[in-house]
Each structure stands twice: as C-alpha cells, then as structure tokens.
C-alpha cells in the first residue's frame, strides 16, 4: 500500500518531537498497556483496516509520533508501548522475547480483534 500526499515534502522541515496523540491503556496479563489508537479511518474503503506500529527495544509509540498522523488518514494506527518500556506497566519478568509475544499476543486479541491489521 502506497501513501502519497499532494505535494513533496522535505523530510527534513517535517519532523517534529511533538507527541500528538493521547495514550489509552489496557490491561493485560495483569499489567498496563499503554497504547496510541487514531480510531476509524476517514477513508471508507479501508475502514476495517489497522496499521500496527511495533517498536524495537527499549524505546516506544513516540517513535512513530511522525507517522501516524500520515498513514491514519488510510486506516486505523495502534502503537503500543511494549510492557517496561514507554507508558506502559514494568513488571517484573525478564523481557525476553517470549515474553513481550505473550503480553502482544494478549494485547492484540484485546485491542484488534477483528479486521485485516497491517504490521509496520
């Protein structure tokens, strides 16, 4: 899927450290997910559709603070912060991958759990 806008832009004067988004939370096994959530899309052909922004580690949805506001005119964005990083809750477990694709996996089925979800 390909996104264009109406005119170039330089990436350079387009980037901002401004978070616009308000973060939501969800529990998940036993611990706080925080999350950006754009809602349904204004695009009525993909409104059954979501882009899910994942980071790395450590960091958080702040990564993706510059774009979401372009892909989320097309579909729904969520971007979670992976538990112990971002807003998120820091439990007490040793943050390997496993464990992060359990608390995924529990954060998905709660939060999408239905349409086409594109994975960024």
Known sequence: MSYSTDSPQDP???V???FPFDLKLVSVE???MAYVDTGASVDSRHSNTTALFLHGNPTSSYLWRNIIPHVSEKVRCVAPDLV???ASYKPSISYRFAEHAQFLGGFIDKVLPEGKVLNS
């Open 12 to 14: 350079e004067t387009n």
């Open 16 to 18: 901002s450290s401004e």
């Open 30 to 32: 036993d611990a706080q």
């Open 84 to 86: 112990g990083m971002g």
